[in-house]
């Protein structure tokens, strides 16, 4: 039995990453003697999401796969939400948070094996201040950090490590506050994390029992710069300490703070805010992996 040709439409953020490859090259000579068809759409430096839809919607194909860091899965998701059709990854990005997630390939032919052959899944996704989160939404230090990476000149990990050290010493704790399974909590914390998924880009697991496909988020407070403690998790894998990090689970929630705080959506430091609400949509994508 001959197999259905797919139809693939590739959205290619060519900022994304060194730029020392053409992804947009290395797609059209890996299926040059492939079967199925391709688009390429690259997205010019400033894409409104109804450019993007339409060009999607207009391509009618079997699969989308965004070429690009977490930003642009991000961009894609938000055009395909809550619908059939699934949507692939190509890690091209910085720290391809989503990618190492779901344990993509970062090799470009690995990957592109993966986008075409893969059985897609469904996930669910949180939305946070009407922002489409997929992968990890903070304020606070990481928030801070991220804004700082941000304005350095180059990428890396040297990079980040010298915005982490800038952070430890700049940032200050803050003052945050929520209600969650009728118990109220007013804690000072170096950061809240709203994750829908386990790990940060750098590999550091912030959210050991999260869990893609489960209705709910997790809610993590890291009540002081606990960096030793970090480094104990990381390298150990043993659990948090109570006393510096704790989990909440919900489905919906509200945190407010004291003064205005660092605010990242997917790797997209988004300014400061006072409140936080987050909720999560269920059924959201289906991802290729």
């Not at 068809?37 to 894409?47: A, G, S, V």
């Not at 207009?58 to 938000?78: H, N, P």
Request: aromatic share 8%; charged share 25%; with cysteine.
């Amino acid at each position: 039995m001959e197999t259905e040709k797919l139809k693939l439409l590739f959205v290619v953020n060519p900022g994304s990453g060194s730029n020392k490859i053409s992804f947009t090259d290395e797609i059209e000579n890996f299926f040059r003697d492939r079967e199925e068809k391709i688009e390429i759409f690259e997205l010019p430096k400033k894409c409104e999401i109804s450019t993007l839809k339409e060009k999607i919607l207009g391509a009618k194909a079997d699969r989308v796969i965004a070429v690009g860091g977490d930003g642009t899965l991000k961009l894609v998701a938000e055009c395909v939400l809550q619908t059939e059709t699934p949507v692939g990854i190509i890690p091209a990005g910085s720290a391809n948070g989503m990618a190492k997630e779901l344990g993509i390939p970062l090799d470009i032919t690995e990957a592109l094996i993966v986008a075409t052959t893969a059985k897609p899944k469904q996930i669910h996704v949180t939305l946070i201040n009407n922002e489409l989160c997929i992968h990890l939404a903070d304020i606070g230090f990481n928030a801070y950090l991220v804004k700082k990476f941000d304005e350095l000149p180059e990428r890396g990990m040297w990079t980040y490590a010298k915005a982490a050290w800038h952070a430890f010493w700049y940032h200050r704790k803050m003052s945050v506050e929520f209600s969650i399974n009728g118990k109220q909590i007013k804690q000072k914390a170096a950061m809240v994390a709203i994750a829908n998924a386990t790990e940060y880009g750098t590999g550091f697991k912030i959210n050991p029992d999260g869990k893609l496909d489960d209705e709910l988020f997790e809610i993590i407070v890291v009540k002081d710069y606990a960096v030793m403690e970090i480094i104990k998790i990381w390298l150990s894998k043993l659990p948090w300490n109570p006393k510096k990090i704790e989990i909440f689970q919900t489905d919906a929630l509200k945190i407010t703070t004291k003064h205005k705080v660092h605010f990242q959506v997917d790797g997209e430091y988004l300014g400061k805010v006072k409140s936080v609400e987050a909720k999560i949509v269920t059924k959201a994508i289906n991802m290729i992996y």
